[in-house]
């Protein structure tokens, strides 16, 4: 009966909902005017201001005080998941995105230099993607959109112990912003005019508030050669407060039935926790000549509800994360004195186990990312500009439309996602 399916597009639109989400995969691009080209090899290497994120005891390692501007001035992200509404039905979605990645300040401090503080804001993650599909000769529509932002600013001291040894702190504090809008629309015309009318639209916001901390240790064992340690606490929630808006409309002439309407709008309780994150690297130098680093990080599991409602229990939702571990490596070789080429490869895997209908049905996305950057260095500035670009399999919740029945099932599919980095650093 049409009343029947319309509770159950009711219920395949609230899983549409909350799975295309960016908290499951942890590096959608490298941050640092040189690390962005080396592909984020940078635990050992890191010895500038923006390398904080990478390492806390990178500043400590640093000749100069600098600041340091690096912007991803276009990005874009899209994808297709094969049969998602249906056999020969795909969705596909796109979105071009502004991203800020990191903006550092860093001081040295006493005569012997030895003390570093720095100041940092970063944008470790951005994703927008916004995607409409029709089906039937487009009397079933579905629009979605997508907006997943998170925010970090901190402040860190680092410690040069002699020339060979260097620790590092740091503590953040975290701003995340969640948005998505949802509209599933059901158009089935009637014999002899009129039609039967099945609509679902959903919004949802989220504004959390929280703060990690990390620390590191740089250790030159040999000369030229590096290894470096990072480890960043699991991090704990201030606040986080959001709002879920639904309605539901039916007009059913087919089956005698009335017309009906219910909207419900609910205050919920959020949460965004970035799982435990520890990294090991090694890195070879000279100087102005030629560098390569290599660095495994690995995510700690770590379940916990994002979403909470005492008034809607159907509203939680349950993230899981289970241990990943991700790779990068990259090159830098100079052409001339002062023009490097750097060249990275990087693993963002999913922390996310597979979708599994009626137990766990978020989004899994496993992306290779490759990059390349040309940089100008003078006596006291450096300029970059290069690309970053990923792509790998998706594994998504989809559901069949064309048949009307909504059945859900684990569609698969690709993503892709393609930056144009603008780095700059210069010594104050």
């Known amino acids: 009966m049409r009343i029947m399916r319309g509770r159950v597009l009711a219920s395949a639109a609230l899983l549409l909902v909350g799975t295309a989400r960016a908290e499951n995969n942890h590096q959608p691009y490298p941050i640092g005017p040189r690390a962005s080209g080396m592909g984020g090899a940078y635990t050992a290497l890191a010895d500038d201001a923006a390398g904080v994120w990478y390492n806390p005891a990178a500043p400590s390692s640093s000749t100069a005080e600098q600041v340091s501007l690096s912007t991803s001035i276009y990005g874009f992200v899209g ?74 600013v901190g402040a860190g001291f680092s410690y040069r112990i002699n020339s060979r040894v260097a620790f590092g702190a740091v503590l953040y504090g975290i701003y995340h ?8 629309t059901d158009i089935v015309p009637l014999e002899g005019g009129g039609v039967d009318l099945l609509q679902f639209t959903q919004s949802e916001q989220q504004l959390n508030f929280g703060y ?37 409309v039916s007009a059913i002439p087919s089956q005698n039935g009335l017309p009906e309407a219910a909207t419900q709008s609910d205050d919920v309780t959020s949460r965004r926790i970035l799982p435990a ?87 899994k996305i496993n992306l290779f990312g490759g990059t390349i950057a040309f940089g100008k260095v003078g006596e006291e500035n450096e300029t970059v500009f290069g690309f970053i670009g990923a792509a790998g399999p998706t594994k998504v919740v989809g559901f069949d439309f064309e048949k009307g029945s909504y059945e859900p099932f684990v569609s698969e599919g690709v993503q892709w996602r393609l930056f144009l980095v603008y780095s700059g650093s210069f010594s104050i």
């Open 79 to 152: 994808g297709v998941d094969r049969d998602a509404l249906g056999k020969g039905l795909d969705y596909s979605y796109n979105n071009y995105n502004v991203i800020p990645t990191s903006v550092s300040t860093l001081v040295k401090l006493g005569k012997s230099r030895r003390w570093s503080f720095t100041i940092n804001l970063f944008t470790p993650g951005s994703y927008e993607i916004e995607g409409r599909a029709t089906t039937n000769g487009a009397n079933a529509t579905l629009f979605r959109s997508t907006s997943d932002k998170l925010l970090m």
């Open 177 to 184: 912003q969640y948005r998505s809008s949802f509209d599933l």
């Open 212 to 248: 990690t901390g990390a620390v590191g240790l740089r250790w030159e064992p040999t000369r030229r050669f590096f290894i470096g340690l990072a480890i960043r606490l699991p991090s704990g929630m201030i606040s986080g407060s959001g709002e879920s808006f639904r309605r539901f």
């Open 277 to 363: 994150r520890f990294s090991v690297g090694l890195g070879y130098q000279i100087p102005r000549r030629f560098a390569i680093g290599a660095d495994v990080t690995m995510y700690m599991p770590h379940t916990y509800d994002a979403i909470y409602s005492d008034r809607a229990p159907e509203l939680i939702r349950e993230v899981r994360h289970q241990l990943t571990v991700n790779a990068a490596l990259g090159i830098e070789g100079y052409l001339r004195p002062n023009w490097p080429l750097r060249l990275g490869a990087y693993t963002d895997f999913s922390s996310s186990p597979d979708p599994i209908i009626g137990v766990y049905e978020a989004d």
